[in-house]
C-alpha cells in the first residue's frame, strides 16, 4: 500500500461540509465513494481541516493509502473524471508512510471575503457574504491583531465541539482590499469549531463600534465564554486557502 | 407612464436565455412577472441584449414603461427583494418617451473567458470555458484584427435567425491575460445569432493551427457559408460585458 497526498479545490456550496456523514452529501463522502470504485475497495480519507458545510476550499489537503496500481500522473484526471465538477483534485504525491493530512499539518490559512458594494456581485454571490454596511477597517484591523498569537480560544469556538484543549496560536492576521470585497486572512496552527466564522462576525462589530472596542478582544478572551464574542458569520464567505507541512 | 431604464447582472446558468418563452425560466420573463407583481398590470420589457441560455451579463440594460408610483431610487431594491440572487439590479433611471434599450444601444461588448490551466478552477467553472489545450494566441489575436471592421458576418451567424441584414460593424477586439484565464472582448453596434460564440470557436481553432490561418478568416467572411467557421464555443464563457448609448 501507499500513502498518498492529494490536494484539492471544492465549492463548498452544495455539500454538508467535509466530514462524512448519515443521509449528507460531503466532501469527504463524495471522495471515499470515488476511491471505492476505483480501487475496488473501502478507502478512508483523512482531511487537513473539517470545513463546515457551505464553506469552500481552494486547498483542502487529504491523504489516504491506496495500492498502487494508478500510475500517480494518472490519479487526478482519472478521480476528477468521476468526481462531480465542484469537486477538483489538482496534484496528488506518495508520502512517507507516517504522513498524516490532519496531524502532520502544521499551518492551515483561511480567507474571509465581504462584498461591502452597495449590490452583490451576482458572479461572486456564493462565495462573499454581502455586507453594504458601513466599516471601519482600520480599527478592525486593530482589533485582530489582539487575536495573533497563542491565546485560549474558548470564547471563539462554538457549542458542539468535542474538542477539549481550547489553545491555539495565531501567527498571521492580513487585511486585503479587492475593489469592492475586503479579504480577512487568518493563519495559525489550527482552528476551532466556528472559531474563523465568529471572529470574523466579532471583528465586523467592532468595525461598526457595535458594543466593543478593539482592546475588548483581551476581555472577550479572557472570559472564555462564547456570549461575550460576536455572531458567527455566514459559512459561504469562508474559505479553506492554503495548507503548510512540516 | 414614465420610461425606464434599469441596469442588471444576471448569472445566466440557470436560464434559458433572456427572451420570453413558453415552459421555460427566462430572465425577461422573471422581470416581467416581477414587475407585474409590483406594478399589479402587465409590463413589457425590452432588453439591450438578447443573451442565448447559459450565457452571463454583467451589464444588461432593459426598458419598460411604468406608473410613476415608486421611487427612482427604491426601485433597485424593491424589485431585488422579488428577484431570485442570480439577477441583480443596481441602478434605475428615467428616460426620454422614445428610449429603447435595445433600438437606442450604440455598441455593445461581450466578453469570452477560457480558463487554461490543466485543471479548471472549480470557482470559476460556471464562467469560463475551460481550455487547457495549447493556443498561440498571437496568432489567435492577429486572425481576431481581420474581424474588426464592416463585414457581412453571415457566416459567423447560427441557423435559427430570422434577421436578414448580416453587416455589422466590431469596433475593437482585446485580448487580456489574467493568470491562467484568458479574456477575449468584442466591441461591436451589434452581433448576430452565437455570432461571438462562433467567431471565439473560429479563433481558437486558428490558435491551435486546425484547419485555418489567421488570413483565411477574409476568405471564411467573403463564403458567407456557416460551415466554413469553426465551432460555437458553448454559452458559460459567455458575458454581456457593457452597453453604450447615444
Known amino acids: 500500500m501507499l500513502n498518498y497526498k492529494v490536494h484539492l479545490s ?3 456550496t452544495c455539500y454538508s461540509g467535509f466530514q462524512v456523514q448519515q443521509n449528507a452529501t460531503t466532501i469527504q463522502g463524495v471522495l471515499q465513494q470515488v476511491l471505492q470504485v476505483l480501487y475496488k475497495r473501502e478507502i478512508k480519507v483523512t482531511g487537513a481541516g473539517r470545513t463546515d458545510a457551505g464553506v469552500h476550499a481552494r486547498e483542502q489537503v487529504v491523504s489516504f493509502k491506496a495500492p498502487p496500481f ?22 496528488a504525491e506518495i508520502v512517507a508512510d507516517n504522513f498524516n493530512a490532519c496531524r502532520s499539518a502544521r499551518e492551515k490559512t483561511y480567507r474571509y471575503t465581504i462584498d461591502t458594494g452597495f449590490y452583490p456581485d451576482v458572479f461572486r454571490r456564493l462565495y462573499t457574504w454581502h455586507y453594504p454596511q458601513e466599516v471601519d477597517f482600520a480599527k478592525l484591523e486593530e482589533a485582530a491583531r489582539y487575536l495573533v498569537g497563542t491565546h485560549d480560544f474558548t470564547a471563539f469556538k462554538a457549542a458542539g465541539s468535542k474538542v477539549k484543549n481550547n489553545i491555539r496560536t495565531i501567527t498571521d492576521f492580513k487585511l486585503l482590499h479587492k475593489g469592492n470585497f475586503v479579504v480577512m486572512q487568518f493563519t495559525g496552527d489550527g482552528f476551532l469549531y466556528k472559531m474563523v466564522r465568529i471572529m470574523i462576525g466579532t471583528l465586523l462589530e467592532i468595525g461598526q463600534n457595535k458594543k466593543a472596542r478593539p482592546e475588548d478582544i483581551e476581555k ?21 486557502w492554503s495548507i503548510k507541512y512540516r
Open 10 to 12: 471544492y465549492d463548498g
Open 70 to 91: 494508478i500510475p500517480l500522473a494518472k490519479l487526478p484526471l482519472a478521480l476528477n473524471s468521476m468526481l462531480p465538477p465542484d469537486i477538483r483534485v489538482w496534484h
Open 220 to 240: 472577550i478572551l479572557q472570559a472564555r465564554d462564547r456570549d461575550k464574542a460576536g455572531v458567527t458569520a455566514p459559512p459561504h464567505g469562508l474559505c479553506l
